[in-house]
């Protein structure tokens, strides 16, 4: 099983709609995970960190789940700039392991 | 939000040859990682440094790579010999307690 998982998608949704992300990871011992946003060559982004149960930011929203080992970013009323690719990443000791991305496309 | 500036943002190189990469950080930090993305794939853990060593290194990281901090701010990452899978881009970062990354540097061996 891979480390950290994520569905690479794309999804491909119109402004204004709401899409959700799920990724999951094998280590139980993993605290804490990030949201990262990476647009095309160009190095990750913090978005969200999510520590406990969750994590709202204006039209983000992260939770976790450790009971079944995922985390979820959920945007509200997509804008054409959110299109780019999340990453999910998970602290493992002093690194962060990171899943592959889901490409997210909002379209007018 | 912390800032860290990678130079150079583009190197070209010839197979075999010897490369380094660096990481300047705006602010005194302890704790220094490089992580590199091959191109279309998952951004992968090279290294991490913590007060000027080596606190943990991927199997990524074999001999042809090292780390080092020589004045005290630059953070550099060499790779003695080139090959053509180390092409990739290359990401500095620093934690506090999140990573915040660096611009990169994309390195293209031929």
């Known amino acids: 099983r891979k480390e950290v998982e994520q569905d690479p998608g794309p999804f491909n949704v119109p402004e204004g709609a709401t899409v959700a992300f799920n990724c999951t990871y094998s280590n139980s011992a993993s605290q804490s995970f990030f949201w990262y946003r990476q647009d095309c060559r160009k190095e990750p982004k913090l978005l969200m960190s999510v520590y406990s149960s969750g994590n709202e930011d204006g039209r983000f929203t992260a939770q976790l789940n450790r009971a079944s080992q995922y985390i979820s970013l959920l945007i509200r009323d997509s804008k054409l700039s959110d299109s780019a690719t999340y990453l999910c990443?998970?602290?493992?000791?002093?690194?962060?392991?990171f899943g592959a991305g889901t490409i997210l496309r909002v379209k007018s | 939000e912390p800032e860290v500036t990678q130079t150079p943002s583009h190197q070209v190189t010839q197979m075999g040859q010897e490369v380094i990469l660096r990481c300047v950080p705006i602010s005194n930090h302890l704790y220094f990682y490089w992580y590199r993305q091959i191109l279309g794939q998952k951004v992968e853990f090279l290294v991490s440094?913590?007060?000027?060593?080596?606190?943990?290194k991927s199997e990524i990281f074999d001999d042809q790579f090292s780390v080092e901090r020589p004045d005290g701010s630059n953070f550099t990452l060499k790779i003695r010999s080139t090959k053509l899978e180390d092409s990739a881009m290359y990401f500095c970062?620093?934690?506090?307690?999140?990573?915040?990354f660096g611009q990169g540097t994309r390195l293209t061996v031929v």
């Open positions: 970062a620093i934690r506090v307690p999140e990573a915040f």
């Open positions: 990443a998970a602290q493992y000791g002093n690194k962060l392991v």
């Open positions: 440094f913590y007060n000027n060593e080596i606190s943990e």
